[in-house]
């Protein structure tokens, strides 16, 4: 079959009234994949704590604020925290009954927090690192409740992406959002750490499964045209899911019932199965022209248009959908191991691969620290703040699909990158003189970055063939997950140097901008089909007239150089005629 669905999509509607309804309902699960994507800022926040201390405090209901803090526990250097992990050693701690004075304790000699801790519930009335107590030592333990929720991203990725090139866009798009939301419940029951490590990570699984298959069904459902638009509107849904986290977490507070929140609503979407259509194109791919053929009609229809005859050309074999013509269609199909023996595919694909890691380690990393900007301690403050970061990414993807739109893909995200790492850099000195100073440059190193974020899906999808697009993608989404997995411990660096984390934020950024020179430009380009159209990307096309012009320069100079060699030739046999005939003068002669 030598369907043209860019073509058909042309004369029905590339984004008639089915394609904006179904669109629509595409966008509506990243508001809830963005929730749960950063809940971690919230859920797992770390309150201010302190050591418990028997016999000072209330066993039932222990302040963290109470009076006797001042001779129990130490003040850090600046003379303004209380030391979180310390205490003072008790004198005489066997006499009973156990007193709570300044005399009962010895301020020269300290002790570890052997009887637990007390948490400042002024901000969060409870948090993962609250109710199983991940303080001082164990602090760590926090920070790998994400890196495992982004390893279950990282999973995620690889398997959805071969699932939806395997099993079709829609079934995957709906095992994801089963899989999502009971995860997501149990997550929000369970009463132990291991047992919330690992429906964390079955949870991020599914989810990227939502999300990634719906974004590519929803652009490969539209035509040429809106392709940018259809890439870049669902990130804002994305964006409206974080304000609705930071939104939801400032009124409840407590971890359990924002999980639930977020994740009971995710099942609504399971009916979309009944009236959404797979994909033509993958339909088309995978040989199953009637079925193709059916949901283009349907979209027709709904569209109040027709298809021309002439650009539906089946093939004289006819259609069938046995498996067995299914394992002929996919032999002849593209495989990743066609994109990867040509080299200029292979050098784009692992550019790709660092560009990703690159962009979701800043973005991450920003995200995760947007509740902490700012010397203010107002109880509100964290939440204002994270939800300042995030509507600064609604300007984020209104740059991205106006830049792409005039610019091109490929100058949207070397620009990007580059201010990005400048204003990542800038924050980081910022903090040197204060930290107030550091809001201006983190909002638009958070601007930029969401700028290139959004970019990113529709510059890597527009790059490689149908048949591997959706596994490619999840190939880069993976290699992503490596950033994201690092950045709840990019605070670490701190310890080091203040300023450090941003300024490799910064760096990292830049270097990722100056890779995209190498890249093609995919604006106003047919998604291509082929490794041919792939490996062709970027490169001037011949016009049928330009292809005739050359043809008959091509004819033209070929005859010229017959007549060239045929005047050679008789100029050669009169050279030799001429030769000829002086020796048989000669020889007369004598």
Same mark, same amino acid.
């Given at each position: 079959?030598?369907?043209?669905?860019?073509?058909?999509? *042309?004369?029905?509607?590339?984004?008639?009234?089915?394609?904006?309804?179904?669109?629509?309902?595409?966008?509506?699960?990243?508001?809830?994949?963005?929730?749960?994507?950063?809940?971690?800022?919230?859920?797992?926040?770390?309150?201010?704590?302190?050591?418990?201390?028997?016999?000072?405090?209330?066993?039932?209901?222990?302040?963290?604020?109470?009076?006797?803090?001042?001779?129990?526990?130490?003040?850090?250097?600046?003379?303004?925290?209380?030391?979180?992990?310390?205490?003072?050693?008790?004198?005489?701690?066997?006499?009973?009954?156990?007193?709570?004075?300044?005399?009962?304790?010895?301020?020269?000699?300290?002790?570890?927090?052997?009887?637990?801790?007390?948490?400042?519930?002024?901000?969060?009335?409870?948090?993962?690192?609250?109710?199983?107590?991940?303080? +001082?030592?164990?602090?760590?333990?926090?920070?790998?409740?994400?890196?495992?929720?982004?390893?279950?991203?990282?999973?995620?990725?690889?398997?959805?992406?071969?699932?939806?090139?395997?099993?079709? *866009?829609?079934?995957?798009?709906?095992?994801?959002?089963?899989?999502?939301?009971?995860?997501?419940?149990?997550?929000?029951?369970?009463?132990?750490?291991?047992?919330?490590?690992?429906?964390?990570?079955?949870?991020?699984?599914?989810?990227?499964?939502?999300?990634?298959?719906?974004?590519?069904?929803?652009?490969?459902?539209?035509?040429?045209?809106?392709?940018?638009?259809?890439?870049?509107?669902?990130?804002?849904?994305?964006?409206?899911?974080?304000?609705?986290?930071?939104?939801?977490?400032?009124?409840?507070?407590?971890?359990?019932?924002?999980?639930?929140?977020?994740?009971?609503?995710?099942?609504?979407?399971?009916?979309?199965?009944?009236?959404?259509?797979?994909?033509?194109?993958?339909?088309?791919?995978?040989?199953?022209?009637?079925?193709?053929?059916?949901?283009?009609?349907?979209?027709?229809?709904?569209?109040?248009?027709?298809?021309?005859?002439?650009?539906?050309?089946?093939?004289?074999?006819?259609?069938?959908?046995?498996?067995?013509?299914?394992?002929?269609?996919?032999? !002849?199909?593209?495989?990743?191991?066609?994109?990867? !023996?040509?080299?200029?595919?292979?050098? *784009?694909?692992?550019?790709?691969?660092?560009?990703?890691?690159?962009?979701?380690?800043?973005?991450?990393?920003?995200?995760?620290?947007?509740?902490?900007?700012?010397?203010?301690?107002?109880?509100?403050?964290?939440?204002?703040?994270?939800?300042?970061?995030?509507?600064?990414?609604?300007?984020?993807?209104?740059?991205?699909?106006?830049?792409?739109?005039?610019?091109?893909?490929?100058?949207?995200?070397?620009? /990007?990158?580059?201010?990005?790492?400048?204003?990542?850099?800038?924050?980081?000195?910022?903090?040197?003189?204060?930290?107030?100073?550091?809001?201006?440059?983190?909002?638009?190193?958070? +601007?930029?970055?969401?700028?290139?974020?959004?970019?990113?899906?529709?510059?890597?999808?527009?790059?490689?063939?149908?048949?591997?697009?959706?596994?490619?993608?999840?190939?880069?989404?993976?290699?992503?997950?490596?950033?994201?997995?690092?950045?709840?411990?990019?605070?670490?660096?701190?310890?080091?140097?203040?300023?450090?984390?941003?300024?490799?934020?910064?760096?990292?950024?830049?270097?990722?901008?100056?890779?995209?020179?190498?890249?093609?430009?995919?604006?106003?380009?047919?998604?291509?089909?082929?490794?041919?159209?792939?490996?062709?990307?970027?490169?001037? *096309?011949?016009? /049928?007239?330009?292809?005739?012009?050359?043809?008959?320069?091509?004819?033209?100079?070929?005859?010229?150089?017959?007549?060239?060699?045929?005047?050679?030739?008789?100029?050669?046999?009169?050279?030799?005629?001429?030769?000829?005939?002086?020796?048989?003068?000669?020889?007369?002669?004598?």
């Amino acid at each position: 079959m030598a369907t043209d669905i860019d073509a058909i999509l *042309r004369e029905i509607g590339e984004f008639g009234p089915f394609q904006r309804r179904t669109f629509l309902l595409l966008c509506l699960p990243s508001i809830l994949v963005g929730c749960g994507n950063l809940a971690y800022v919230f859920i797992a926040a770390t309150p201010k704590y302190r050591c418990a201390i028997p016999g000072c405090d209330n066993a039932t209901y222990p302040n963290y604020a109470s009076t006797f803090v001042n001779f129990t526990i130490p003040y850090l250097k600046n003379g303004k925290d209380l030391d979180q992990c310390h205490h003072y050693v008790r004198l005489n701690s066997s006499v009973a009954p156990i007193t709570c004075s300044k005399d009962d304790f010895n301020s020269t000699v300290l002790d570890t927090c052997k009887d637990g801790s007390v948490f400042d519930n002024s901000v969060y009335l409870s948090t993962i690192v609250s109710e199983f107590d991940l303080t +001082c030592h164990n602090a760590w333990e926090a920070n790998m409740v994400q890196t495992i929720y982004f390893g279950g991203i990282l999973a995620g990725s690889l398997i959805s992406g071969y699932l939806g090139d395997r099993l079709g *866009r829609m079934l995957t798009f709906t095992i994801g959002v089963v899989g999502m939301a009971s995860f997501g419940v149990t997550t929000a029951l369970v009463s132990s750490l291991p047992g919330l490590n690992f429906t964390r990570f079955m949870s991020a699984v599914m989810a990227t499964a939502v999300f990634q298959t719906s974004f590519i069904l929803a652009t490969e459902l539209v035509g040429p045209k809106m392709r940018v638009t259809c890439g870049v509107v669902p990130q804002y849904f994305f964006a409206l899911g974080e304000i609705l986290l930071g939104l939801v977490s400032w009124q409840i507070k407590d971890w359990r019932m924002i999980q639930l929140i977020i994740s009971g609503p995710v099942s609504c979407f399971v009916f979309y199965m009944f009236f959404i259509p797979e994909s033509p194109r993958w339909l088309l791919a995978k040989g199953k022209h009637r079925k193709a053929v059916a949901v283009l009609e349907k979209i027709a229809k709904k569209n109040r248009k027709a298809i021309p005859p002439e650009l539906l050309e089946v093939s004289a074999e006819g259609d069938n959908d046995s498996d067995d013509m299914d394992s002929m269609a996919d032999a !002849r199909n593209v495989s990743m191991l066609d994109v990867i !023996r040509r080299p200029i595919l292979c050098i *784009r694909i692992i550019s790709m691969f660092y560009i990703w890691i690159v962009v979701t380690l800043v973005y991450y990393g920003l995200s995760m620290n947007a509740v902490a900007l700012g010397e203010s301690s107002s109880p509100s403050a964290p939440f204002v703040d994270f939800i300042l970061t995030s509507l600064v990414e609604i300007p984020g993807y209104s740059l991205s699909w106006l830049c792409m739109s005039w610019f091109g893909r490929r100058w949207t995200m070397i620009m /990007s990158l580059i201010l990005a790492g400048i204003s990542c850099g800038g924050a980081g000195f910022s903090a040197e003189y204060k930290k107030d100073y550091v809001i201006i440059p983190f909002l638009f190193g958070k +601007c930029f970055i969401t700028c290139t974020f959004s970019t990113v899906y529709m510059f890597t999808m527009e790059m490689f063939p149908t048949r591997v697009r959706s596994t490619v993608l999840g190939l880069c989404s993976t290699f992503a997950r490596v950033g994201a997995m690092l950045a709840p411990f990019s605070s670490s660096l701190e310890e080091i140097y203040g300023p450090l984390p941003m300024i490799v934020f910064g760096s990292l950024s830049v270097v990722a901008g100056l890779l995209n020179c190498i890249m093609p430009e995919t604006k106003k380009t047919v998604l291509p089909e082929t490794i041919a159209d792939a490996v062709n990307l970027g490169r001037p *096309r011949i016009t /049928s007239v330009q292809e005739e012009s050359r043809t008959s320069e091509e004819a033209q100079s070929l005859l010229a150089e017959e007549i060239q060699d045929d005047d050679e030739s008789l100029l050669i046999d009169a050279e030799n005629s001429n030769v000829v005939e002086s020796i048989d003068n000669s020889e007369e002669e004598h």
